[in-house]
């Protein structure tokens, strides 16, 4: 494969992935948040 | 006394159906081949604008209107004027029309689904695709009778909505449990075993390689919004009605980008899937991967099996988990589609939840069964081309119109940045204003008329003598005779946007209670 192509395959995983582990983790921070640590 | 309405279990479980509703059987074989098809990698690029611009915004709108309004799509474009009540029933007859020959399809998956325990399919696959399942005539007119083990496979889908349907978000939140993990399961063991034999770079290398030129072509552009557009499940109420389900102090933004980001993220795996067995065919057959591509029903029904024909290694458990890969894909897509219908008549007229779907799952599979017929498949062409096409842009427009400028965009946003964990700014405005709608109209455009032509002939290099309808309107689709394209096409749209200003204009249990 060219490296044009795995740079493509770089950016899209980037995006996608890393844009989804985002948003996952900042539900997850969110969710903690709102149910306290017992304070 | 009103009565309480339903709400998801669990975040979890709404943001799981709503990945559910908007990844589908396009995720595997549509967007792989338009990637490669339209620039290869440097498609990703106008695709991630498109995800951000359109996507991601149309889906903030469509679950802000169902949170904010608590109603499917029909009674919350009624909240926002009741003149426009309409705009729902048109989205939701859509999607239900969408369902009938999506059913269809599902149908020939369930009759794979079997015959992928031997193989049944042979070596030509194609014949035994076209002239064996759907046993195709000659043409459009030439109907015959329905098929019978495909109207079995119909009924088998139907009764699937129906039960996945039954007690609404409870019974969904179940079903989506297992019909959306398994297809990522399934596809993550296809990218696996495809990029594991011979031949699979070269495959990857036809989708990922870019051509940075294909950025300057309008073309690609809106080949992207249009992938996004289509793959998402908006426009067809569905998100409305599943984003009235979600509590009141739930978040809203975030479940948007998540929901987007998940369906793009499959789209781009099965690209992996999808390319790297090409690759394996193109290099067990000698041939140039350009020379095995395909796309839609031909790559899952034809290609497919003749890749799996060239497994060394059980093939057999290999078919089964593609077609079981497609069922699971289709049916939480199905299933949503039916329920902003449910969704909407119970907010109506308060009917009871059983009957109302059994009602239109019926009607729906009375309908489906005209798609198979032995010309079932120009057909199912026909419609889905100006339903996605037309009647999908169309709601998108209206959708972005109203909520934009009649209701106004920035009360949703205030509404949703309320009780989300990202919060939009007016960007989002900018996007539902201006972008999306402005996108929308020039996708309608560019399908109706030929855009080329009449930049052309306006710089004087037009064929001379031509008439102007050919200079100013594509070419019928797909060459299909005219009274068909009337039929299936404009007639249909027109015969959806009628049914929606009757069933609109009916009295509802709210103007009983008034």
């Known amino acids: ?39 | 006394m009103e009565k309480k309405r339903d709400t998801w279990d669990s975040r979890f479980i709404f943001v799981m159906a709503a990945i559910g509703s908007a990844v589908g059987l396009g995720n595997v074989w549509r967007f792989p081949y338009t990637c490669y098809k339209y620039g290869g990698g440097a498609f990703l690029i106008p695709f991630f604008v498109a995800l951000l611009t359109a996507g991601i915004p149309l889906m903030i709108l469509e679950f802000g209107l169902g949170h904010k309004m608590r109603a499917a799509a029909p009674l919350a474009f009624r909240c926002i004027r009741k003149k426009y009540e309409w705009v729902g029933w048109f989205a939701v007859l859509t999607g239900l029309f969408v369902m009938t020959y999506y059913g269809v399809v599902m149908g020939w998956c369930f009759r794979y689904l079997a015959y992928a325990f031997n193989m049944a399919w042979g070596n030509d696959t194609q014949d035994f695709f076209y002239n064996g399942v759907l046993q195709l005539s000659g043409g459009i007119g030439d109907i015959g009778a329905p098929v019978g083990w495909t109207v079995f496979g119909l009924f088998l889908c139907w009764l699937g909505v129906f039960f996945s349907i039954v007690k609404g978000v409870k019974s969904v939140g179940k079903v989506v449990m297992w019909t959306v993990p398994v297809p990522v399961i399934l596809l993550l063991a296809f990218v696996i075993r495809g990029v594991t034999l011979p031949g699979a770079m070269d495959g990857l290398s036809y989708y990922l390689t870019p051509d940075l030129k294909a950025l300057l072509d309008w073309e690609v552009w809106l080949q992207a919004y249009g992938q996004v557009f289509f793959s998402l499940s908006i426009g067809f109420g569905v998100m409305i009605a599943y984003g009235s389900f979600l509590s009141e102090d739930s978040d809203v933004t975030n479940n948007a980008f998540i929901t987007c980001l998940a369906d793009a993220g499959i789209c781009f795996m099965a690209g992996f899937a999808v390319f790297s067995t090409l690759g394996y065919l193109a290099f067990t057959e000698g041939k140039e991967v350009a020379e095995v591509v395909k796309s839609g029903p031909g790559l899952a029904f034809v290609t497919y099996p003749l890749i799996i024909n060239k497994l060394h290694f059980i093939p057999q458990a290999f078919g089964v988990m593609f077609f079981l890969l497609l069922l699971t894909l289709g049916i939480d897509s199905a299933f949503s589609l039916v329920e902003a219908g449910v969704a909407g008549s119970i907010d109506k007229w308060g009917f009871n939840r059983v009957s109302v779907n059994a009602i239109i799952s019926f009607l729906a599979f009375a309908i489906g069964v005209l798609y198979t017929t032995r010309a079932g498949l120009y057909w199912l062409d026909i419609v889905d081309f100006y339903l996605t096409n037309y009647g999908l842009a169309i709601v998108g427009l209206l959708e972005c119109v109203l909520v934009g400028y009649v209701y106004g965009a920035d009360k949703i946003r205030e509404h949703v940045n309320r009780t989300s964990e990202i919060r939009i700014g007016v960007w989002w405005d900018l996007c539902i204003k201006i972008v999306t709608p402005v996108i929308l109209l020039w996708m309608i455009l560019a399908k109706l008329l030929n855009v080329n032509g009449i930049i052309a002939k306006l710089a004087g290099r037009g064929p001379e003598g031509a008439p102007w309808r050919e200079i100013l309107f594509n070419p019928p689709y797909e060459g299909y005779p005219a009274w068909a394209q009337m039929a299936g096409g404009w007639g249909l749209l027109l015969a959806l946007f009628v049914a929606a200003l009757i069933i609109s204009s009916v009295k509802s249990r709210r103007d009983g209670n008034a």
């Not at chain 1, 980037?14 to 640590?37: D, E, P, R």
């Open chain 1, 1 to 39: 494969m060219p490296e044009s192509a795995w740079a493509m395959l770089i950016i899209a995983c980037a995006v996608l992935y890393g844009g989804l582990a985002c948003c996952i983790g900042i539900s997850l921070g969110a969710s903690k948040k709102k149910n306290g640590s017992g304070k």
